[in-house]
């Protein structure tokens, strides 16, 4: 029984094995549009919440002086109860931003702290580094996958006046490039703000198989865009 159920086995599981890596990339690729459908139904939650404290905020400016005026006895009383926390619709995916190339046709979420596991899902932010649109260096890193166009996959496609923009909801910040440099992994400097500029760096591996260097993408952000 064990004879005639062996190769049968061994064919199903090299079938597996080779179809791993295309499952894991269509997974990732799956998680990354939930994020985005999560960051989309997010804003417009927040442009709901904005438009309702609009409405009330005019309603409350047609109150007249009488209702204002009126006895104390007549005024509400506080209420003691806690209000209700909003639904958190990211579950708990600290997203700070969308990333958009077009020159390479990227658009990914960016993800706040760049882990081991952020970035099995899409690129990430690099702790202690810059904020988006403000004085310093926001660095963002990302796998540098084997699938074409999938994350990093193509940044060495990106050139000196290309344009980068980051989306974080309540602005837009592009940013154009102005170099493009090959580092060894140890080259922290790259990281470092010059205290003047507001820029953008953005971080792979290179190459792609076998990696010993690092890809840097830097920019500097358009002003008044």
């Not at 064919?11 to 989309?40: C, H, K, V």
């Not at 702790?127 to 994350?151: E, M, P, S, V």
Request: neutral net charge; charged residues 25%; contains cysteine.
């Amino acid at each position: 029984m064990i004879k005639r159920t062996l190769p049968s086995l061994c064919i199903f599981l090299g079938i597996a094995i080779f179809l791993y890596p295309a499952i894991i990339d269509r997974y990732e690729s799956y998680q990354q549009q939930q994020m985005m459908n999560q960051w989309t139904e997010t804003l417009k939650r927040i442009d709901q919440a904005a438009e309702t404290t609009d409405s009330k905020q005019q309603n409350l400016n047609l109150v007249p002086i009488s209702a204002v005026a009126a006895p104390a006895d007549s005024q509400p009383q506080p209420s003691n109860a806690e209000p209700e926390s909003a639904p958190d619709p990211l579950q708990g995916k600290p997203l700070e931003g969308v990333l958009t190339i077009e020159k390479i046709k990227l658009k990914l979420p960016i993800i706040t702290d760049a882990t081991v596991n952020n970035l099995k899902l899409s690129v990430a932010s690099i702790a202690g580094t810059g904020k988006a649109g403000a004085i310093g260096n926001y660095a963002i890193a990302g796998h540098r996958n084997f699938t074409y166009g999938k994350n990093f996959n193509r940044l060495d496609e990106v050139d000196k006046g290309d344009l980068v923009e980051v989306d974080t909801g309540k602005q837009q910040y592009r940013y154009k490039v102005q170099e493009k440099l090959y580092v060894l992994p140890e080259d922290v400097w790259v990281l470092k703000g010059n205290g003047k500029d507001k820029e953008i760096t953005l971080i792979t591996c290179h190459p792609m198989e076998n990696p010993t260097h690092r890809l840097i993408v830097k920019g500097k952000l358009i002003e008044n865009q």
